[in-house]
C-alpha cells in the first residue's frame, strides 16, 4: 500500500535520522517510489545528499579525535573510529575518480583511501607510512560506495612500527586489502627518512 505524501516524507525523515547512510535507491525501494521521488522528498525537508550527510557526520563526530592529519586530508568521510584500534571511512565513487573509457575507479584513490585511514587511527601527532603491501582484488566502478575497515594489528614491530591491515569492500565484497607499517613520532625521524611517504 502506498503511503501519502506527507506520511512518507516523515517516515522518510525518520528512516534518515536513524541511518545517515542510507542511500536514495534504498529509500527508493524501501517505499516504493522512484529515486526522482526520494530527490524531490529530501528537497523539500532540506535533507542534504548521502555525501554531505556523510560529512556533516565525520565533522561533528570525529575532527577532534583524529591527531595524526586534520580530518579534511582523509580521503573518504570516517564513519568510526577508535584510536589505535579500528577505523571505517566511506568513499562515494565519482566520475572525478574513474577513467572516462570504462568508468573504473583509478587504483591510486582506493589506496589514497585505504593509505590515509591507515594514518587516521594512529593516536599520535605524527604518522608516516614506512611501508605498504597493497592488492586489488576487483575492479570498482563509479556510482560504487567504497567502504574501508583498518584494524591496528600490531602496534609495534622490531622496527618501532605499527601495523595497520586494511581491507576495503564495495556491498560486502572484498576489493581491496593492505598492510600498513607505520612511523609514529616516537620514532626517530632520521633513521626513516628515506623510506617516508604521506
Same mark, same amino acid.
Given at each position: 500500500?502506498?503511503?501519502?505524501?506527507?506520511?512518507?516524507?516523515?517516515?522518510?525523515?525518520?528512516?534518515?535520522?536513524?541511518?545517515?547512510?542510507?542511500?536514495?535507491?534504498?529509500?527508493?525501494?524501501?517505499?516504493?517510489?522512484?529515486?526522482?521521488?526520494?530527490?524531490?522528498?529530501?528537497?523539500?525537508? &532540506?535533507?542534504?545528499?548521502?555525501?554531505?550527510?556523510?560529512?556533516? !557526520?565525520?565533522?561533528?563526530?570525529?575532527?577532534?579525535?583524529?591527531?595524526?592529519?586534520?580530518?579534511?586530508? !582523509?580521503?573518504?568521510?570516517?564513519?568510526?573510529?577508535?584510536?589505535?584500534?579500528?577505523?571505517?571511512?566511506?568513499?562515494?565513487?565519482?566520475?572525478?575518480?574513474?577513467?572516462?573509457?570504462?568508468?573504473?575507479?583509478?587504483?591510486?584513490?582506493?589506496?589514497?583511501?585505504?593509505?590515509?585511514?591507515?594514518?587516521?587511527?594512529?593516536?599520535?601527532?605524527?604518522?608516516?607510512?614506512?611501508?605498504?603491501?597493497?592488492?586489488?582484488?576487483?575492479?570498482?566502478?563509479?556510482?560504487?560506495?567504497?567502504?574501508?575497515?583498518?584494524?591496528?594489528?600490531?602496534?609495534?614491530?622490531?622496527?618501532?612500527?605499527?601495523?595497520?591491515? !586494511?581491507?576495503?569492500?564495495?556491498?560486502?565484497?572484498? !576489493?581491496?586489502?593492505?598492510?600498513?607499517?607505520?612511523?609514529?613520532?616516537?620514532?626517530?625521524?632520521?633513521? &626513516?627518512?628515506?623510506?617516508?611517504?604521506?
Amino acid at each position: 500500500m502506498r503511503l501519502r505524501k506527507k506520511e512518507r516524507q516523515q517516515l522518510l525523515k525518520e528512516t534518515i535520522e536513524e541511518n545517515p547512510f542510507v542511500t536514495d535507491e534504498e529509500l527508493a525501494e524501501k517505499f516504493s517510489v522512484s529515486i526522482q521521488t526520494i530527490r524531490l522528498d529530501r528537497l523539500e525537508l &532540506s535533507i542534504p545528499e548521502l555525501r554531505e550527510r556523510i560529512k556533516d !557526520v565525520a565533522k561533528k563526530n570525529f575532527s577532534e579525535q583524529v591527531r595524526s592529519l586534520p580530518i579534511d586530508e !582523509v580521503i573518504g568521510e570516517i564513519i568510526d573510529i577508535d584510536l589505535d584500534e579500528r577505523a571505517i571511512s566511506i568513499l562515494e565513487i565519482t566520475k572525478n575518480h574513474v577513467f572516462k573509457r570504462n568508468s573504473i575507479a583509478r587504483g591510486h584513490h582506493l589506496f589514497a583511501q585505504a593509505n590515509s585511514l591507515a594514518v587516521a587511527v594512529i593516536d599520535d601527532e605524527l604518522a608516516l607510512t614506512a611501508k605498504a603491501n597493497i592488492r586489488f582484488i576487483h575492479p570498482v566502478k563509479e556510482g560504487d560506495r567504497v567502504i574501508a575497515k583498518a584494524k591496528v594489528v600490531n602496534r609495534k614491530d622490531e622496527k618501532g612500527r605499527t601495523l595497520v591491515e !586494511v581491507n576495503s569492500y564495495v556491498n560486502q565484497k572484498l !576489493v581491496f586489502t593492505g598492510e600498513f607499517y607505520m612511523y609514529r613520532s616516537n620514532k626517530p625521524l632520521k633513521e &626513516s627518512q628515506n623510506e617516508n611517504s604521506h
